[in-house]
């Protein structure tokens, strides 16, 4: 019997009810790690890290966070203009495979016009994004800068008239 623990993504193995024991205590069959067990066989007790620390959140996490500051930036300074523009992340172009093919760089987001059901989509591509800035400490300023540069081609302006702060660098 295995449980699984969709926080940690860690499977735990239970004790099985019906394993015979010698009089030693030991387990037929069955390997040291396969019998040991935490007290009571509940597993793991807590979190491992706690929300206030800086570890619970995963890079993901925290690029979202990025790519909804830069949005929320613009939407400040553009106000209704930008009503409905929906921004997400994914992690990688769908069609990447064909462009590695060509030799062909890879782009770190998209502008998905509206169509009669939903609005205008931009998308961030994360791991493109990550690898093509030199350190973590410039990450939001690139990922300001996609963001703005997808909005800027949606709306038909220069990315320098749409945020007074960009400034492409990479």
Not at 14 to 34: I, N
Not at 67 to 93: C, M, N, Y
Not at 109 to 133: F, H, L, N
Not at 143 to 154: G, K, R
Request: proline content about 8%; overall charge negative.
């Amino acid at each position: 019997m295995q449980s699984s623990n969709q926080k940690s993504g860690f499977t735990v193995r239970l004790a099985d009810p019906d394993a015979r024991t010698d009089p030693h205590g030991e387990s037929s069959g069955r390997s040291f790690m396969q019998r040991r067990r935490n007290r009571h066989g509940r597993g793991l007790r807590g979190e491992v890290v706690l929300p206030t620390h800086p570890g619970y959140r995963t890079r993901a996490d925290r690029f979202d966070d990025m790519v909804l500051d830069s949005a929320q930036r613009l939407h400040d300074i553009w106000g209704k203009t930008l009503d409905g523009v929906r921004f997400g992340v994914d992690e990688i172009p769908p069609d990447l495979e064909q462009l590695a093919a060509a030799s062909a760089p890879a782009p770190l987001g998209a502008y998905i016009p509206a169509t009669d059901a939903e609005g205008p989509m931009i998308t961030v591509y994360r791991r493109v994004v990550e690898q093509a800035c030199p350190g973590i400490e410039e990450l939001q300023d690139l990922v300001h800068d996609v963001v703005v540069e997808h909005t800027a081609e949606m709306l038909g302006v220069a990315p320098e008239t749409l945020d007074p702060v960009y400034r492409r660098r990479y």
